[in-house]
């Protein structure tokens, strides 16, 4: 037993550094994760900014709202994509 107890004296320090590098990686994965949410939502508000201006071509809606449908965002919005999408489906065909 005071085998065991001088090793884990001698090697607090170890133990100390381990646990310091372990909570380093995990506040820097929280951050970049924080990073990726706020991305998320930034396109996901630039997306709709496209997709609800009518000064913008057809063409250029579409194309957004078949990124922002293919994220699997449900909201109003993509009921106006569906339209949009529709809207240059006939403009195509013509």
Do not use: H
Not at 29 to 35: A, V
Not at 43 to 61: D, F, H, L, Y
Not at 62 to 71: E, G, I, K, N, Q
């Amino acid at each position: 037993m005071k085998k065991i107890l001088n090793k884990i004296k001698d090697s607090w320090q170890w133990i100390t550094l381990f646990i310091t590098i372990i909570c380093g990686f995990w506040t820097i994965f929280k951050y970049f994760d924080n990073q990726n949410d706020e991305m998320a939502k930034t396109i996901q508000m630039a997306e709709k900014s496209i997709i609800w201006n009518e000064n913008i071509p057809v063409i250029e809606r579409a194309s957004v709202c078949d990124d922002y449908l293919a994220r699997g965002y449900n909201s109003y919005t993509k009921k106006l994509c569906e339209n949009v999408i529709l809207q240059d489906d006939r403009l195509a065909k013509k």
